[in-house]
């Protein structure tokens, strides 16, 4: 048995990063919009399942389009057919699937919530922004669990994203094996 990695596993491992990179630059930018949304709007919309409902929106469209034009570009190379990447067909598909992607990182995200909170009686969710910058902030149990919590949704969806897209939608060309 060989120890050297073939050429077909190191385009995968180079594919799995760039999609890494990609996905936190979208989650970036999906948090910022969240946060500017939220800051922009919280005094005009004092409902707060609204106002939640307003920011994450524009934050997944924002880290949809952003996570779209870099997987086009730079993250998915080796594709069967470039062409098929502009229709609307394809561009329906990619967000449908962002959107079930988002799904389970929500889902993820509250049922951490709920476990947390029945099994330590901890809710995760009472952080501010600025709280962060509060060293005491560090030391709680509930900042933690709720990193630990957003660890596991950005990786269960991350999955699903990376799936979907490398079987579904970005499909490597069919080779002749002659073995």
């Given at each position: 048995m060989s120890n050297q990695i073939s050429a077909e596993d190191k385009k995968i491992s180079k594919e799995i990063i760039r999609f890494?990179?990609?996905?936190?630059?979208?989650?970036?930018?999906?948090?910022?919009v969240c946060y500017l949304v939220n800051a922009?709007?919280?005094k005009i919309i004092t409902v707060e399942p609204i106002l939640v409902a307003l920011y994450t929106l524009c934050g997944f469209i924002v880290g949809v389009?952003?996570?779209y034009l870099l997987s086009n570009l730079w993250v998915f190379k080796n594709v069967e057919d470039k062409s098929k990447q502009k229709t609307p067909k394809f561009i329906i598909s990619f967000v449908l699937l962002s959107a079930v992607g988002w799904g389970i990182s929500f889902l993820t995200m509250y049922l951490c919530?709920?476990?947390?909170n029945n099994c330590f009686s901890i809710n995760i969710n009472n952080f501010s922004l600025t709280s962060i910058f509060d060293f005491k902030t560090w030391a709680s149990l509930a900042f933690w669990l709720f990193v630990l919590a957003f660890v596991l949704k950005t990786f269960f969806g991350m999955i699903?994203?990376?799936?979907?897209r490398k079987f579904i939608l970005y499909k490597a060309p069919k080779e002749n094996k002659h073995e």
């Open positions: 890494l990179i990609t996905g936190c630059i979208c989650a970036l930018l999906d948090f910022l922009l709007f919280k389009i952003a996570n919530t709920i476990i947390f699903w994203n990376y799936l979907s």
